[in-house]
């Protein structure tokens, strides 16, 4: 029979865990309200069905995910990592193309995006390739870093294309090397060079971009340079958040979902139709919800009884405000749609699943930071 430490039940963060799912249960009656048929006549389409089930999947997953020691993972990153890659390049060939990008492979049954899992694979992979690293970093440990988990990942996530998810991944390898600790001089140098190669590398970077991420820039910039066109996504984005006025319409009362005004109301710009719905009030409530996850993960970074713990909660905390700060900027208008899910409410499986293990691993770092208990 299997038995379960009562150790791990005590110390088990049951408020990042309830937080969580209580934005999943909110997402997936987002996702509900936003894919009903006009004037609810019609099939409605079984997206929240689907999400459900995926929710439950992810649960279990996450508590598979905190069951064992984390710390044996540093012992596997180098298989991680080339399986990681080896997924990243095996889409480029043989990947499931959708709305002109190739992100899926499909396996029959499900289809699944590799980015997702790289995300997970990379942050854990950093983390334990930092951990054996002096601290602050060479000038030779920057550069090696970066080039691994920086430029290898980013040149082959950008080719499906995902742009997003790509800068994201740069980011957070940036992000965890400061972390780590990087010379004054060495970091004011990588700057420096990072300014400069902006203007000179801009024309390839422009080139080398599809034409509708091209529109997406410019939509940016000036949405109403063509409403009924490249900018129409943002445009419509902010008129929905701002006819959920202070209290909202209430929920199944939005209209930019159903009448379809909205594009991509379940995924990418859930939280126009969230917003429409519950107002002001709700938003707040809903990012004091988020706030309340970040400010816990952060926490787990600080109290962490290992390096590798430490880097594995910050990675993690990044990766998740990241998203988050991304993906409302992009509904405002204030930054340029890349196509960021929402954590936990945007409707997709493998994110979903991917950013559970995340919390998970956040949780079991917790879990295990008394040393006495858990050597």
Known sequence: MLKIDRRLITYFDWITFAVVLFICIIGILTIYSATRPPLDEGEHPPFYVKQLIWLIIAVVFLFIFVTFDYTKLKNFWLIFYIT??????IVLFAGKTAMGAKRW?????????????????????????????????????????????????????????????AILLFTITF????????????LVLLFSLLIISIFFLWEIFWEGLKEYQKNRLI????????????????????ITIGSGGLFG??????????????????????????????????CTILLALYLTIFIRLFHTSVIAKDNFGKLLS???????????????????????????????????????????????????????RFELFYP
């Open 249 to 282: 319409k209430g929920f199944l009362e939005g209209t930019q979902g159903p009448l379809k005004f909205l594009p991509e109301r379940h995924t990418d710009f859930i939280f126009p139709i969230f917003a429409e719905e519950w107002g002001f009030i709700g």
């Open 314 to 368: 910050i990675g993690f905390t990044s990766i998740f405000v990241l998203y988050f700060s991304i993906n409302i900027g992009m509904t405002l208008g204030i930054m340029p749609v890349v196509g960021i899910p929402l954590p936990f409410m945007s409707y997709g499986g493998t994110t979903l699943v991917a950013n559970f293990i995340g919390i998970a691993l956040v949780i079991n770092v917790r879990m295990r």
């Open 84 to 89: 990681g890659v080896l997924l990243l390049i």
């Open 219 to 238: 939509a940016f910039i000036d949405p109403s340079i063509d409403p009924k066109g490249i900018g129409y996504n943002i445009m419509q984005s902010v």
């Open 105 to 165: 492979i499909n396996l029959g049954f499900f289809s699944f995006q590799p980015s997702e899992i790289f995300k997970i694979v990379s942050i854990i992979c950093l983390a334990a390739f930092l951990d054996n690293k002096q601290s602050p970093l060479s000038v030779k440990d920057t550069i090696k870093t970066l080039i691994i988990f920086g430029i290898i990942p980013f040149i082959l996530i950008i080719k499906q294309p995902d742009l997003g998810t």
């Open 175 to 186: 992000i965890m090397i400061i972390y780590k600790g990087v010379p004054l001089r060495l």
